[in-house]
């Protein structure tokens, strides 16, 4: 199929535009830039078509014969909408809706990317796809809008759309301003870890949820909402356990009790029921063996993980450990 992927710069549009290159698809990357310096490292990608679009501004121009769109561009830190609430919110349903509009005038269906936060996350729960909807930061708002927008087109123009909801992903080329390649880079550098201690998180290494991604697009049901998850939750304690023997030299850990902003809940775990049931997906790769490959690509590309390096030294008390402050252009405090 020829397909194309926004936010193809980003981790998940990076990685899933190599999977399914090698499964014989032709892809067609399109995101506003390659801040991240991603895209520049692999060379089966830059025989890919680039086009270079704000998806919240720009007309959107696509190769004709599109068969597919997987809409994953989004400002997906949940900390960076804290402090940027309506910059977030605007980006995020503004390119949402320009490309439903888009694949509604030259019918071509739609793969939406929406996240797991839109349920919030309660102590104690598992959430499932028939949960409600109870965001908690402007990010999982704009996600909740999103979700409707793509309803909303379905029902006015029948424009087929699946949506899936994606868990807390690691693996290869994630930004260190998240859990996992944060310490992964502090580890590099011989920092102590930094953990937040009481929070609990599903996580889900990024290969399985590529294989989930696929699978959806090639035999999901329109309409549908997929999970893409492991049902597990662990603590970012946990994480921090896992993490410290991979390097002898780590000799401390800072755990933190409390995340720095009100914008997430206390725990977020959910269930893929009907993915599995109706797909027969599940994870593949387990946390601790996710953790030591992503571990050991991140000791391959010290290079790459360095150029950011600013963020990661620095203390998630303050805003300027989001590389996403920089990348826009929002003075740090």
């Not at 998806?55 to 830190?77: E, F, K, Q, V, W």
């Not at 999103?146 to 029902?155: G, I, P, T, V």
């Not at 850990?253 to 027969?280: D, F, K, M, N, W």
Request: net charge negative; hydrophobic share 35%; with cysteine.
């Amino acid at each position: 199929m020829n397909i194309v992927i926004t936010g193809a710069s980003g981790f998940v549009g990076f990685n899933l535009s190599q999977y399914l290159a090698q499964k014989g698809h032709r892809i067609t990357l399109l995101d506003r830039d390659d801040y991240c310096q991603r895209l520049v490292h692999i060379s089966p990608l830059h025989e890919m078509p680039f086009i270079c679009c704000d998806l919240a501004s720009d007309r959107i121009h696509l190769p004709p014969g599109t068969d597919y769109i997987i809409h994953l561009a989004a400002m997906p830190h949940v900390d960076y909408s804290y402090h940027q609430p309506g910059e977030v919110f605007r980006n995020n349903t503004l390119s949402t809706q320009s490309i439903l509009q888009y694949a509604t005038e030259h019918h071509i269906p739609v793969l939406l990317a929406s996240s797991v936060e839109v349920y919030g996350g309660d102590w104690g729960r598992v959430y499932h796809e028939s949960d409600p909807y109870a965001p908690v930061s402007p990010y999982s708002a704009s996600k909740v809008a999103c979700e409707m927008l793509a309803h909303s087109y379905a029902q006015c123009y029948q424009l087929p759309v699946k949506i899936f909801r994606l868990t807390n992903l690691y693996g290869p080329w994630q930004l260190p301003d998240r859990i996992i390649p944060r310490n992964f880079g502090r580890m590099l550098d011989g920092l102590p870890l930094d953990i937040q201690g009481s929070a609990v998180r599903d996580f889900l290494y990024v290969d399985d949820a590529l294989r989930a991604i696929e699978q959806i697009m090639l035999k999901g049901k329109d309409g549908q909402v997929y999970n893409i998850s492991t049902g597990l939750g662990t603590t970012m304690q946990e994480i921090g356990e896992i993490l410290k023997p991979m390097d002898r030299s780590v000799a401390a850990v800072e755990i933190r009790e409390q995340e720095p902003t009100q914008s997430r809940g206390s725990s977020l775990v959910v269930h893929s029921g009907r993915l599995r049931a109706e797909l027969g997906w599940l994870p593949q790769t387990t946390l601790e063996k996710g953790l030591e490959k992503t571990f050991r690509w991140y000791q391959e590309h010290p290079e790459w993980v360095r150029q950011f390096s600013r963020e990661y030294h620095t203390t998630r008390e303050t805003r300027s450990f989001i590389i996403d402050m920089a990348r826009y252009a929002v003075p740090a405090v």
